[in-house]
């Protein structure tokens, strides 16, 4: 089974500064991987994921991720970080061909520091 | 609608109630997952159904009872639930692993 590692619970950011959240997995063939997003009290909202081709992807939200299969990660990246960017954030890889099965990062608080 | 719902949105139950979350995808996908998300613990998988059929039972107590009537609907009833049941439920959807998941907005249990 897939395991995946977002380094750091908490990470704190003044407003308008870099966003970087950290993302790690462990499969040895490269996986789909995702980021979601989630507000108090509400569900997971897909920010972006990686399948195939390029390996620096956009989202919504002025959010990006590079997958890098050197380093076995898919970091998540804000130039500029915005109050209503506070929330919760998970990283999820699933194999690909291999049924429904996700895996979950256990998710990193975003702060923003006015 | 669009998108995945769930109802109802908060739920308070006695430990001796019977009671069901109800989840409805609009997307046309084939799977559907529920998932437990406890303060300050990871997002657990619960149950998985792919088709209407189960492919995945994560040794959920048995107090947790899936059903899945067809490829849209989704329910989780609950019996004789415990205060450490309660959570944020959330319910999500999927066409295979490619694009992703999509999450209903959960429904906030509490057990008194």
């Known amino acids: 089974a897939q395991s995946v590692t977002q380094l750091g619970s908490h990470v704190s950011v003044s407003e308008g500064a870099l966003v970087l959240l950290r993302c790690n997995y462990s499969?040895?063939?490269?996986?789909?991987l995702f980021w979601y997003v989630q507000y108090p009290n509400q569900g997971l909202q897909l920010l972006l994921k990686y399948t195939t081709g390029a390996t620096l992807v956009k989202g919504i939200n002025g959010f990006e991720a590079e997958f890098k299969k050197s380093e076995t990660s898919f970091h998540l990246t804000k130039p500029s970080a915005h109050m209503s960017d506070a929330a919760e954030y998970f990283c999820?890889?699933?194999?690909?061909?291999?049924?429904?099965?996700?895996?979950f990062g256990t998710g990193t608080s975003l702060t923003v520091i006015p | 609608e669009t998108g995945v719902t769930q109802t109802p949105r908060h739920l308070v139950m006695g430990m001796t109630n019977k009671k069901s979350l109800k989840c409805e995808q609009h997307l046309g996908h084939n799977a559907m997952y529920w998932y437990k998300q406890s303060a300050k613990k990871p997002l657990e998988l619960m149950f998985v159904?792919?088709?209407?059929?189960?492919?995945e039972n994560n040794s959920v107590p048995s107090r947790f009872s899936p059903e899945c009537p067809n490829s849209s609907h989704l329910f989780l009833h609950l019996h004789t639930l415990q205060p450490e049941d309660s959570a944020l439920y959330l319910c999500?959807?999927?066409?295979?692993?490619?694009?992703?998941?999509?999450f209903g907005p959960g429904t906030r249990l509490t057990v008194t």
């Open positions: 499969s040895s063939v490269p996986p789909y």
């Open positions: 999820a890889v699933s194999d690909p061909g291999t049924g429904n099965q996700f895996y």
């Open positions: 159904y792919n088709f209407k059929e189960q492919t």
């Open positions: 999500a959807s999927s066409q295979g692993t490619v694009y992703g998941q999509y």
